[in-house]
DNA sequence: GATGAATGAGCATTCATTCAT
DNA sequence: AATGAATGAATGCTCATTCAT
């Protein structure tokens, strides 16, 4: 894995540079704490993320003010590649394959990384850094949508914020039914359904 | 709202019938732990709870000896309820449309009782009573399925528990996509999914 | 075991007699805590207590004001049965072995039941009737204890506080040096110790 | 009284020296432990002990994991100091001396700390540590004895549990018999006691 | 009198966050 | 900048005691 933080010079104040092992050690915490929030969620000990990341405490909130903070940056890096990876399937031929391809993948990754579904299922707290992230996701998202309705791919009743929910809701309940092929399943109801027609 | 406790004689030893008075005050702690686990989930203190219900922290613990086993208590509620609701349609004529309005129900419910999912997100801490429940929930549920099924309403390479799956996944997000409107259109897509044949 | 409350009209109020139900209760709390007191210990919960006697909480402290006075309870009846014991060896040919009777079967007891160790372990939080029961077994040892000295078996230049002492003391150790041999040993050293004559 | 730390490098990890400020907190908290465990028993609460040290709980936890483990550590000290003071007697001229020395200073300290009593009065709560001490002190103890025993000094048909056994009643017992005297006159009996050859 | 439900102060322990070194 | 020690509010739970039934 390389860098975690190739796009951003720190996650406080993104326009001083940091210092080579500062952000060595911003990286440190990121990769521990997106190892441990991934296996264990929200709710392990700021302690055991610094330890696991070979530094004290006080380095983890010098970069990240607060365990939330600490939270969403973990996240914005999957955001982020979840964005990328939107944006490559937009220029995609088929349409409607593209956004059922980018689905999958979605859920196949949440269920791997407890955090993305903690994250996504987290309410009001975002800040704006991040609110921005979410809002390219959305318009990434949003365009690989539009252009599989166009194409008549996918039904045109609903809207972005429908499949991003109902994506989310996948993702939260994939990871306690066990099994590939039992996700597979889950993602092909919600595909179908968005395919169809509205059943009048 | 009746009594919650009408088909049982308390949470802990069915066995002894409860004083009038202590069956008001585990309605009572029963009540505010619905609604606070409704509103807040998990993370409230007990002594909340016990505070809402007008009771000291003492009676809580008597009736159930654990948080936990409060918390379980209370979806134990909700789940009773749903197997009545699946029971009561198993016979309906269309048995697609039963499935789909048990479907329909459920989450609409959720939506407002935050710790339905909550409960359904939960893991490993069933105790046997609360399996024998979700036992049930589950048969009277593959009832309606199966049904379904075989009327040619619903797909036939999903089991129950994927159908179980979708449906708390759209509840857990479900209250967090605002309105009414929106939910039925989620709803309608998992119905649609259901209904399709699937892709080949 | 005939009843335990046979030289009293009961714990609280030393006069008024109780209803044969009543004192069929003091009984059955008292010999609960004896059993419970003697294997545990002063930590074990009254509600325990009450459970083992089959009757409520609120009867055991209807006839005990409080722990302390259930505790103290219980101990007397062994302070009576001690007071016997030594009134009867009072009057032995052998003043001496009388003495070292006493004091072996003391400790024996005692390494029974670890209430008798805790209570003796007790300071200041006597009540008056207790104090009496006290006082009488002091008075019965002393005259033991005299009889021992002016026979010429036991030292003079101890008083039966020191002695009483001592075999508390051994009364704590003892049980927890396993076995009857090691008790024996015990014994035999402090005996031996008050049999010599002081090391000039 | 000087640091009462010397001799180690602090009570949990012995492998990193810890910082002079920690150090002394933990010494702060050792000291109000020795004296508020001494004079009330396991009984007080941690926030007591923290409060007296002048520090936070957290500060207490940190050092000691649980509130036994702050217990042993405090027992601990004068289990060390025990040991220190037995060897130091084993290389005495007259053996018999030097054994009763030890029995004297010992209760004699016992008498001002009870929580040493309550330590020795303690049951199944040793962790490795704690036994291998308890171990050395044994072993130290042992080889007193025996030299007396060699020298005609003590009866040999008590082994060294037997004494420890002795005098950890006596000290249990000491401190309730008011009075340099009475303490000494204890000690006397138990001393003439293991002199005596045994009574046939 | 008996019962056991209710009470709530009390306690051990955790953990996010701050701050001296 | 980094460290990790200190802090203390917060939490789940226990148990002696009181009181309504």
Excluded: W
């Excluded at 031929?93 to 579904?117: I, N, P, Q, Y």
């Amino acid at each position: 894995m390389t860098s975690v933080t190739t796009s951003t010079n720190g996650p406080r104040e993104a326009h001083r540079p940091l210092r080579a092992d500062a952000r060595r050690n911003v990286d440190k915490v990121l990769r521990a704490a997106e190892e441990v929030f991934a296996t264990e969620g929200l709710a392990v000990p700021i302690d055991e993320i610094a330890r696991r990341a070979g530094v004290g405490v006080g380095t983890v909130y010098r970069h990240f003010p607060t365990k939330q903070a600490l939270f969403q940056a973990v996240v914005m890096v999957r955001l982020k590649a979840l964005v990328e990876r939107a944006k490559a399937l937009s220029g995609a031929e088929d349409a409607g394959a593209a956004l059922f391809t980018f689905v999958s993948e979605l859920v196949e990754v949440a269920v791997k990384k407890r955090d993305l579904t903690d994250e996504l299922a987290q309410e009001g707290l975002d800040d704006e850094v991040h609110a921005v992230v979410k809002g390219e996701l959305q318009g990434a998202f949003e365009v690989l949508l539009q252009r599989a309705q166009v194409g008549g791919c996918v039904r045109d009743d609903i809207c972005s914020a429908d499949v991003t929910a109902l994506v989310m809701g996948t993702c939260m309940v994939a990871d306690r039914h066990a099994g590939h092929d039992a996700t597979s399943r889950l993602i092909g109801v919600i595909c179908d359904g968005l395919r169809a027609h509205p059943h009048q």
